[in-house]
Each structure stands twice: as structure tokens, then as C-alpha cells.
């Protein structure tokens, strides 16, 4: 009976340093320089504890911030001048004719945000990176990030614009982030 217990504590005491061991090594292993943990973000020596993160681990950028910050700012533009234009067209004490006015405004809008969308999905679709675009009236900017822009892919921006509105090559500018 006692080499039986003495066996159980043994097998026991064996399972415990095996798994202890194992602790240790795993241990080892993901803490060691360069090894990340499968899916775990990159850790450099430039992090900030307090930089937002994206789900999927990688860090803000001062670039995507800009980029997310001047689409915001783009949006709320397009929507205060659709709202001003909305309350004219809906006001009956505003004479017919301005109503008329505020109507077509109101469609040109429409037409450059949807022209705005359809060339920064395309470029960004074409080159691989974020973009921006902006179009008014008779010229249009597309902002780039840092290191993107080539003379290949400035010939493709502006052979996507001009097939795809009616601005001519010489009113597009191409900007590239500092």
C-alpha cells in the first residue's frame, strides 16, 4: 500500500516539473528578442504606451490620422452645404427661381462627392495606398503619403481623373505628405 501512494506522489511530483518546465520554456521562448506572439502587434523600440492601436495591432500613424481626420473634415463640409442647400429648396417663402438654383447646387454636390469617391477608390485601388481627393468646380488635388509618389503612378492619377471627370490634366494637383 505505501508503494502505492510513493508511486502516486511520484507520478504526481514527475507531472508537476513537466509542466513546470514547459512554463518556463514557453516562457523563454516568447519573451526572447524579435519572437511575438502569433497575431501580437510587433514590439519596437519606439512605442508609446499611450498610442491608440487598431484591432489588428499595428499603431496610429500621424499619416492616418491625417487622412481620417481630413475625410471627417471633407464629409462635414459636403454635409453642412447639402443641409444650407436642403433648407432652401424645402423654405416656400424663397422665391422659385433661387429654389431652382439651390436644386441644381444641390445635384452638382451629389455629382462631386460621388466623383471624389470613385476616383480616390480607384487610385487607391490602382496604387495600394490611402489617398485623398478633393474636387472643386474646375480643379481637383489628390493627397498622397510620404514616399508613394512616382512618375509612373503620377501618369496613372492623371489618367484615372481625367477619365473619370472633367478636369484637365492641368488643373489636377498631385500632393505627397511631408
Same mark, same amino acid.
Given at each position: 500500500?505505501?508503494?502505492?501512494?510513493?508511486?502516486?506522489?511520484?507520478?504526481?511530483?514527475?507531472?508537476? %516539473?513537466?509542466?513546470?518546465?514547459?512554463? +518556463?520554456f /514557453?516562457?523563454w521562448?516568447?519573451?526572447?528578442? $524579435? =519572437? #511575438?506572439?502569433?497575431d %501580437?502587434?510587433?514590439?519596437?523600440?519606439? +512605442?508609446? /504606451?499611450?498610442?491608440?492601436q487598431?484591432?489588428? $495591432? =499595428? #499603431?496610429?500613424?500621424?499619416e492616418?490620422d491625417?487622412?481620417?481626420?481630413?475625410?471627417?473634415?471633407r464629409?462635414?463640409?459636403?454635409?453642412?452645404?447639402?443641409?444650407?442647400?436642403?433648407?432652401i429648396?424645402?423654405?416656400?417663402?424663397?422665391?422659385a427661381?433661387?429654389?431652382?438654383?439651390?436644386?441644381?447646387?444641390?445635384?452638382?454636390?451629389?455629382?462631386?462627392?460621388?466623383t471624389?469617391?470613385?476616383?480616390?477608390?480607384?487610385?487607391t485601388?490602382?496604387?495600394?495606398?490611402?489617398?485623398?481627393?478633393?474636387?472643386?468646380?474646375?480643379?481637383?488635388?489628390?493627397?498622397?503619403?510620404?514616399?508613394?509618389?512616382?512618375?509612373?503612378?503620377?501618369?496613372?492619377?492623371?489618367?484615372?481623373?481625367?477619365?473619370?471627370?472633367?478636369?484637365?490634366s492641368?488643373?489636377?494637383?498631385?500632393?505627397?505628405?511631408?
Amino acid at each position: 500500500m505505501k508503494s502505492r501512494i510513493l508511486k502516486k506522489r511520484q507520478i504526481a511530483a514527475g507531472a508537476a %516539473a513537466v509542466a513546470l518546465c514547459t512554463a +518556463v520554456f /514557453l516562457n523563454w521562448y516568447y519573451t526572447k528578442q $524579435g =519572437t #511575438n506572439l502569433p497575431d %501580437a502587434p510587433e514590439v519596437t523600440s519606439e +512605442v508609446n /504606451l499611450g498610442d491608440a492601436q487598431y484591432v489588428n $495591432g =499595428t #499603431n496610429v500613424t500621424n499619416e492616418s490620422d491625417y487622412f481620417t481626420s481630413a475625410e471627417i473634415n471633407r464629409s462635414k463640409a459636403h454635409d453642412t452645404a447639402k443641409e444650407y442647400l436642403e433648407a432652401i429648396v424645402s423654405d416656400e417663402s424663397v422665391d422659385a427661381e433661387e429654389r431652382e438654383e439651390a436644386k441644381k447646387k444641390l445635384l452638382e454636390i451629389s455629382n462631386e462627392i460621388k466623383t471624389e469617391a470613385d476616383i480616390q477608390n480607384l487610385i487607391t485601388a490602382k496604387l495600394n495606398c490611402k489617398c485623398l481627393v478633393t474636387l472643386n468646380e474646375s480643379s481637383l488635388e489628390v493627397i498622397l503619403p510620404k514616399g508613394v509618389l512616382t512618375d509612373d503612378k503620377l501618369i496613372t492619377i492623371k489618367d484615372i481623373v481625367t477619365s473619370n471627370s472633367n478636369v484637365s490634366s492641368d488643373n489636377i494637383t498631385v500632393i505627397e505628405l511631408k
